[in-house]
């Protein structure tokens, strides 16, 4: 997971100091040593580092600390705040035009993820701002590219404009400007040249592009696995260009986050999306203070939340609810629940949304196999209905049938048999337990 190092270092600090009832200048500063290290050791620029401690010290020692009750989760309270303020503080929003289409010009390093991300900024416009982007394909230089877009087109189901390999980035973006006018389109995706190094011609390039498309924005798409060079390059970009926002790609990775903590500082640039893996619908709008409230392990149960509404279907999760309670839920009930949350995410990233999780026993190390997760489904689905409506008709001869038919193993169907019952053991536990005051969700 992105910024796990960062996270585990900075909840210890943080346990340290909780519970304070009383914080001296003292304390403040050996904290502020801690939270110093786990910055720079997360790759997270020098000077921006050097900038955010002095802001958090000043306010640590500060009256709105001393004063306050509970000192401790006080000075947690403003590491929370200056870290959003360090990454945008408010979410930044995507442009529209008041006179359609919205251009958009997608500009990035080969191998950033550009092209992709042009896909998935498309599927995003549609689904969740029920647009009608047009893609073009302006990069004329990689043989493959106009091709990968096509491909990606086709998937998504969208039209992709081009003009082949043989016609200017500039022609190409003032034709498909008058095509979009003509056929609708409100937004416009301008997928323009990667290079490997930043050069003189790609930025001539650009800005010739950006002269003729006028576009409402421009969004650098950078690798945060690259650490400090996605800053540089940020940069220049910036300098030459003027980008309005950074779509920091592979956040899913285990990059130490540094690019994702100092972009904003060094460029003033906002990160406006976040990608989160190589499927079409991994993009994620960028919020500063959710970011800051997984990496200091308070979870992000708004993006959870989004999630499941997204995801799980509301009509099925009632009944669930209602089979749990009255302990007539089945293997099948299993699957479904199985198929919704997988929906959701690769199972790991869900479980670092929830608060406390990296402090949780057990849950800190889960290594989700999502090849065992197969199995798991592979082996519901070689049982017979009444099987799984009444697992315990599964005896041994039955136990072998569904391991063969499934490629898995008896063990592997003890397993899980034996699994299914302890959760409904625990469902039972939690509906009794649910019967009486419901408790409050508690944040650690
Ligand atoms: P371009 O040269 O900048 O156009 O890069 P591509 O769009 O071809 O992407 C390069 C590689 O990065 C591809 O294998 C993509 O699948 C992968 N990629 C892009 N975005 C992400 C992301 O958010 N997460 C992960 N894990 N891979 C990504």
Same mark, same amino acid.
């Given at each position: 997971?992105?910024?796990?190092?960062?996270?585990?270092?900075?909840?210890?600090?943080?346990?340290?100091?909780?519970?304070?009832?009383?914080?001296?200048?003292?304390?403040?500063? @050996?904290?502020?040593?801690?939270?110093?290290?786990?910055?720079?050791?997360?790759?997270?620029?020098?000077?921006?580092?050097?900038?955010?401690?002095?802001?958090?010290? @000043?306010?640590?020692?500060?009256?709105?600390?001393?004063?306050?009750?509970?000192?401790?989760?006080?000075?947690?309270?403003?590491?929370?705040?200056? #870290?959003?303020?360090?990454?945008?503080?408010?979410?930044?929003?995507?442009?529209?035009?008041?006179?359609?289409?919205?251009?958009?010009?997608?500009?990035?390093?080969?191998?950033?993820?550009?092209?992709?991300?042009?896909?998935?900024?498309?599927?995003?416009?549609?689904?969740?701002?029920?647009?009608?982007?047009?893609?073009?394909?302006?990069?004329?230089?990689?043989?493959?590219?106009?091709?990968?877009?096509?491909?990606?087109?086709?998937?998504?189901?969208?039209?992709?404009?081009?003009?082949?390999?043989?016609?200017?980035?500039?022609?190409?973006?003032?034709?498909?400007?008058?095509?979009?006018?003509?056929?609708?389109?409100?937004?416009?995706?301008?997928?323009?040249?990667?290079?490997?190094?930043?050069?003189?011609?790609?930025?001539?390039? #650009?800005?010739?592009?950006?002269?003729?498309?006028?576009?409402?924005?421009?969004?650098?798409?950078?690798?945060?696995?690259?650490?400090?060079?996605?800053?540089?390059?940020?940069?220049?970009?910036?300098?030459?260009?003027?980008?309005?926002?950074?779509?920091?790609?592979?956040?899913?990775?285990?990059?130490?986050?540094?690019?994702?903590?100092?972009?904003?500082?060094?460029?003033?640039?906002?990160?406006?999306?976040?990608?989160?893996?190589?499927?079409?619908?991994?993009? @994620?709008?960028?919020?500063?203070?959710?970011?800051?409230?997984?990496? #200091?392990?308070?979870?992000?149960?708004?993006?959870?939340? @989004?999630?499941?509404?997204?995801?799980?279907?509301?009509?099925?999760?009632?009944?669930?609810?209602?089979?749990?309670?009255?302990?007539?839920?089945?293997?099948?009930?299993?699957?479904?629940?199985?198929?919704?949350?997988?929906?959701?995410?690769?199972?790991? +990233?869900?479980?670092?949304?929830?608060?406390?999780?990296?402090?949780?026993?057990?849950?800190?190390?889960? &290594?989700?196999? +999502?090849? &065992?997760?197969?199995?798991?489904?592979?082996?519901?689905?070689?049982?017979?209905?009444?099987?799984?409506?009444?697992?315990?008709?599964?005896?041994?001869?039955?136990?072998?049938?569904?391991?063969?038919?499934?490629?898995?193993?008896?063990?592997?169907?003890?397993?899980?048999?034996?699994?299914?019952?302890?959760?409904?053991?625990?469902?039972?536990?939690?509906?009794?337990?649910?019967?009486?005051?419901?408790?409050?969700?508690?944040?650690?």
């Amino acid at each position: 997971m992105a910024f796990e190092g960062l996270a585990n270092r900075l909840q210890n600090t943080m346990a340290k100091i909780r519970g304070k009832g009383k914080v001296s200048e003292a304390d403040v500063k @050996e904290m502020m040593r801690e939270v110093r290290l786990a910055l720079l050791e997360a790759d997270v620029n020098y000077k921006v580092v050097k900038d955010f401690i002095k802001k958090v010290s @000043e306010r640590a020692v500060g009256q709105e600390v001393m004063k306050s009750l509970t000192p401790g989760q006080q000075v947690i309270k403003v590491v929370k705040e200056e #870290l959003t303020e360090l990454m945008g503080g408010e979410q930044s929003k995507i442009a529209v035009s008041k006179r359609p289409p919205t251009v958009i010009l997608m500009a990035g390093l080969q191998g950033a993820g550009k092209t992709t991300t042009t896909g998935k900024l498309a599927n995003y416009l549609r689904k969740k701002h029920n647009r009608n982007p047009l893609l073009v394909a302006a990069d004329i230089y990689r043989p493959a590219a106009i091709k990968q877009l096509e491909t990606l087109g086709k998937q998504l189901g969208m039209p992709v404009f081009s003009l082949g390999d043989k016609v200017s980035p500039v022609e190409i973006a003032k034709q498909a400007l008058e095509y979009a006018k003509n056929e609708h389109h409100d937004y416009v995706l301008i997928d323009t040249a990667g290079r490997l190094h930043i050069d003189e011609n790609l930025m001539d390039e #650009l800005k010739q592009v950006k002269e003729a498309a006028n576009p409402d924005e421009i969004f650098l798409v950078v690798d945060a696995m690259t650490g400090q060079d996605a800053v540089n390059v940020a940069k220049s970009f910036h300098d030459e260009l003027g980008i309005t926002g950074v779509i920091l790609t592979k956040l899913d990775g285990d990059t130490r986050g540094g690019a994702a903590l100092s972009i904003r500082a060094a460029t003033g640039a906002p990160i406006k999306f976040a990608g989160m893996g190589e499927k079409l619908d991994a993009l @994620e709008p960028f919020h500063p203070e959710r970011m800051a409230s997984r990496i #200091l392990g308070m979870g992000d149960v708004l993006t959870l939340i @989004e999630k499941a509404q997204e995801n799980v279907d509301q009509e099925k999760a009632k009944q669930l609810e209602e089979k749990m309670r009255t302990m007539s839920f089945t293997f099948d009930d299993f699957l479904e629940q199985l198929e919704q949350v997988r929906n959701m995410g690769p199972l790991d +990233e869900l479980i670092s949304m929830l608060p406390g999780a990296g402090k949780m026993k057990g849950l800190k190390n889960i &290594q989700v196999d +999502e090849k &065992q997760l197969s199995h798991v489904e592979a082996i519901i689905r070689s049982m017979t209905k009444e099987e799984k409506e009444k697992p315990e008709i599964i005896n041994a001869s039955r136990r072998k049938r569904i391991a063969k038919g499934s490629g898995t193993s008896v063990q592997e169907v003890n397993r899980l048999l034996k699994q299914f019952e302890e959760m409904k053991k625990m469902m039972k536990q939690m509906t009794s337990m649910t019967k009486g005051k419901r408790k409050g969700f508690k944040f650690p």
